[in-house]
Every structure is written in structure tokens, then in C-alpha cells.
């Protein structure tokens, strides 16, 4: 497999991850009584949204493939199976997720394709465990 093909794989693995990821947040913050962590999780959905919206121009900049029809059913999906969950078990998916620190680990191996697009990622996977951290993460 070309390295090419094996980076443009990974970036629809990282899109669906943030599709899913911005459903996860939204649903927690439906689920949420606190009004800070409401709007940390209204934050952190929205940091969700712009980082796939860099993970599309990124695929674009490699290839032409069509990706919203499989990215709405992706989201749609999401957001029924996420809302079977109690707020509990999300926060616990949440937690497992972002201790893998998976954009940190392909940093290392992908930084040479595109720096300041890895660097946005890297940002934004602090963010998140900075905010969920002042939350008692």
C-alpha cells in the first residue's frame, strides 16, 4: 500500500472520530445539569466540528473523494446509538478515548505530510484534556 493511500485512510479514520466526537459532545451536553460543563461540552463539540472541517481540506489536498453522504450517515448513526447511553457511560467513553492521545502518537509518524495541519491537531487534543481536566477529569 502507498504511503499516500495509508494517509488518506488515516485521515477518514481521524474524520470519523470527530464526527462522532462532536455527536458525543453535544449528547453530554444535552445529559449535563451543570451550566459550566454544559458549555464546556457546547465548546468542545464545536472544537470537534472545526477540526473536521481541517481534516476535509487536508483529505481534499490528497484526493477527490466524496465524503458527505457516508459523513451525514456516520453523524446520524452517532447520534442514536450516543443517545441510548446515560451520561455516566459517556463520560466514560469520553475519558478512555482521549487517554490513547492518538493524535500525539500519528504526530510523530505524519508531522512531515502537512506541520501546521498536525500542530492544529495537537492543539486541539489539549484543548480538550485541558478543559476536561478543570472538570474534574
Same mark, same amino acid.
Given at each position: 500500500? &502507498?504511503?499516500?493511500?495509508?494517509?488518506?485512510?488515516?485521515?477518514?479514520? #481521524?474524520?470519523?472520530?470527530?464526527?462522532?466526537?462532536?455527536?458525543?459532545?453535544? #449528547?453530554? !451536553?444535552?445529559?449535563?445539569?451543570?451550566?459550566?460543563? #454544559?458549555?464546556?461540552?457546547?465548546?468542545?463539540?464545536?472544537?470537534? *466540528?472545526?477540526?473536521?472541517?481541517? @481534516?476535509?481540506?487536508?483529505? !481534499?489536498? @490528497? &484526493?477527490?473523494?466524496?465524503? @458527505?453522504?457516508?459523513?451525514?450517515?456516520?453523524? $446520524? %448513526? &452517532? $447520534?442514536?446509538?450516543? *443517545?441510548?447511553?446515560?451520561?455516566?457511560?459517556?463520560? +466514560?467513553?469520553?475519558?478512555?478515548?482521549?487517554?490513547?492521545?492518538?493524535?500525539?502518537? +500519528? %504526530?510523530?509518524?505524519?508531522?512531515?505530510?502537512?506541520?501546521? %495541519? +498536525?500542530?492544529?491537531?495537537?492543539?486541539?487534543?489539549?484543548?480538550?484534556?485541558?478543559?476536561?481536566? @478543570?472538570?474534574?477529569?
Amino acid at each position: 500500500m &502507498s504511503k499516500n493511500r495509508s494517509y488518506q485512510r488515516l485521515l477518514k479514520r #481521524m474524520l470519523v472520530i470527530e464526527i462522532v466526537g462532536e455527536r458525543l459532545y453535544e #449528547m453530554l !451536553s444535552l445529559k449535563e445539569r451543570d451550566a459550566s460543563l #454544559m458549555s464546556v461540552y457546547q465548546r468542545l463539540a464545536l472544537a470537534e *466540528h472545526q477540526t473536521a472541517e481541517q @481534516i476535509i481540506k487536508e483529505i !481534499s489536498l @490528497i &484526493s477527490k473523494d466524496n465524503h @458527505i453522504v457516508r459523513d451525514k450517515m456516520i453523524s $446520524k %448513526f &452517532s $447520534k442514536f446509538v450516543l *443517545h441510548l447511553f446515560t451520561a455516566k457511560q459517556l463520560a +466514560w467513553i469520553l475519558r478512555a478515548v482521549l487517554k490513547r492521545r492518538s493524535y500525539s502518537r +500519528w %504526530f510523530d509518524i505524519y508531522k512531515g505530510n502537512n506541520r501546521e %495541519f +498536525w500542530n492544529l491537531l495537537l492543539a486541539h487534543e489539549q484543548q480538550q484534556v485541558e478543559l476536561l481536566r @478543570i472538570t474534574d477529569y
